[in-house]
């Protein structure tokens, strides 16, 4: 299995595509980061790819595998991505 591309690695292929230098396609990768830190409370969709979006988790009731001990989970935000269709199909292709 092929390693997953780095950041530097992306820039530079963003940076042949666009014609643009590495430089500036990093601080355009750079850029979208801090946007959908910014916006994830309100959803953040990147077109074609997926949406970051911040949910709410329920208390709930849960179990200590090492004893088996019943506990009470508290409520808490967690960050979620949820790919888009777009890139399901592309990647798996249709069904």
């Known amino acids: 299995m092929a390693k997953?591309?780095?950041?530097?690695?992306?820039?530079?292929?963003?940076?042949k595509k666009v014609d643009i230098k590495k430089v500036q396609a990093v601080a355009v990768l750079d850029e979208i980061a801090?946007?959908?830190?910014?916006?994830?409370k309100n959803s953040f969709?990147?077109?074609?790819?997926?949406k970051v979006v911040l949910v709410q988790r329920k208390a709930r009731?849960?179990?200590?595998?090492?004893?088996?001990?019943t506990i009470?989970?508290?409520a808490k935000k967690v960050v979620k991505f949820r790919v888009a269709k777009a890139a399901k199909d592309a990647i798996l292709g249709k069904k």
């Open 34 to 40: 801090k946007l959908a830190y910014k916006e994830a």
């Open 61 to 69: 009731m849960g179990r200590n595998p090492q004893t088996g001990a």
């Open 72 to 74: 009470k989970i508290p």
């Open 45 to 50: 969709t990147l077109p074609g790819i997926g």
């Open 4 to 15: 997953a591309m780095t950041k530097s690695q992306i820039a530079e292929h963003l940076a």
